[in-house]
């Protein structure tokens, strides 16, 4: 049990690292729900952490292809972007993220290798970072929110 807890330390940093370190500084993320209001969360393989779906750009992609792409890779899915809800400054990667509110429309989810599971949760039941994004993007129709996050 001990090796385990030390290689998931060793993960969290080596991630932690990565993200730091990570060339590609700008990133975009989906808020997905449900008809409950609950938020659709994948929990990374890597740093035991539950994210948004998303992640970095590629040199010279738009935030809104750089989402669908991010998506189709990691959730096996399309998804329709209904809004642009917010731009944030992520301390914590260096990063900055525009975050999207988007719908599946019913396709199935299949997990790529980055994620171990997947769950419908309430936006409070979401990390720090991604409980604002989430709680920004579920608000009435609105400008986008330009925040910093720790």
Same mark, same amino acid.
């Given at each position: 049990?001990?090796?385990?807890?030390?290689? @998931? *330390?060793?993960?969290?940093?080596?991630?932690?690292?990565?993200?730091?370190?990570?060339? @590609?500084?700008?990133?975009? =993320?989906?808020? !997905?729900?449900?008809?409950?209001?609950?938020?659709?969360?994948?929990?990374?393989?890597?740093?035991?952490?539950?994210?948004?779906?998303?992640? $970095?750009?590629?040199?010279?992609?738009?935030?809104?292809?750089?989402?669908?792409?991010?998506?189709?890779?990691? &959730? $096996?899915?399309?998804?329709?972007?209904?809004? &642009? *809800?917010?731009?944030?400054?992520?301390?914590?990667?260096?990063?900055?993220? $525009?975050?999207? @509110?988007?719908?599946?429309?019913?396709?199935? !989810?299949? &997990?790529? =290798?980055?994620?171990?599971?997947?769950?419908?949760?309430?936006? %409070?039941?979401?990390?720090?970072?991604? @409980?604002?994004?989430?709680? %920004?993007?579920?608000?009435?129709?609105?400008?986008?929110?330009?925040?910093?996050?720790?």
């Amino acid at each position: 049990m001990r090796l385990a807890a030390i290689l @998931r *330390t060793v993960l969290a940093v080596g991630y932690d690292l990565f993200l730091k370190l990570n060339p @590609r500084k700008v990133a975009a =993320h989906a808020v !997905i729900c449900d008809d409950q209001g609950r938020v659709l969360a994948l929990k990374s393989r890597y740093a035991d952490v539950w994210l948004l779906p998303g992640g $970095g750009l590629k040199p010279g992609e738009h935030l809104d292809e750089g989402l669908r792409r991010e998506c189709l890779e990691e &959730l $096996g899915a399309e998804v329709a972007v209904e809004a &642009l *809800t917010g731009v944030y400054y992520v301390e914590r990667s260096a990063a900055y993220v $525009g975050v999207f @509110r988007c719908r599946l429309d019913g396709q199935p !989810i299949r &997990l790529s =290798h980055e994620h171990e599971v997947y769950d419908w949760v309430l936006p %409070d039941q979401l990390p720090p970072a991604a @409980r604002a994004m989430a709680a %920004d993007a579920l608000r009435p129709a609105g400008s986008p929110v330009v925040a910093r996050l720790p």
